[in-house]
């Protein structure tokens, strides 16, 4: 089983950025984390990031016959990119959509995601537990 963990703008400054809402940790901290418990249930994990929207929108769409479940966490993309959203909808791939933050109680504007309709679930406000728990669904999805 292969899986794609995909972030977009401004997560590679995790640990940086505002560590009040998103934590201490770094993209790679967590990447590492996220790999260790992919291991003993047998997925293979692929990490990408980028602060680019057509560069997510082309990793998303290189997944078509090659990744089984995609976890997604696009990042402010999440509020306005179409975009993204149809590259989701069109490789037909279950996709998790998760943020750090539970983007419910925050600012207006963070509030909409126009990608949680063409995801199978949305995971928010759980850190690093959001990775976690969306690695679990897609196992568990996957597998039967």
Known sequence: MKIIVINGPNLNMLGVREPEIY??????EMNEI???EAEPLGINLEFYQSNHEGDLIDVIQQCYHRIDGIIINPGA????????????SSVHIPTIE????????REYFRRTSVIEDVAEKQISGKGIASYIEALHFLNTKLKL
């Open 23 to 28: 934590g201490k940790m770094t993209l790679e």
């Open 34 to 36: 996220i790999q260790k």
């Open 77 to 88: 993309y999440s509020h306005y990119s179409y975009a993204i959203r149809d590259a989701i």
């Open 98 to 105: 998760v943020h750090l933050s539970d983007i419910s109680s």
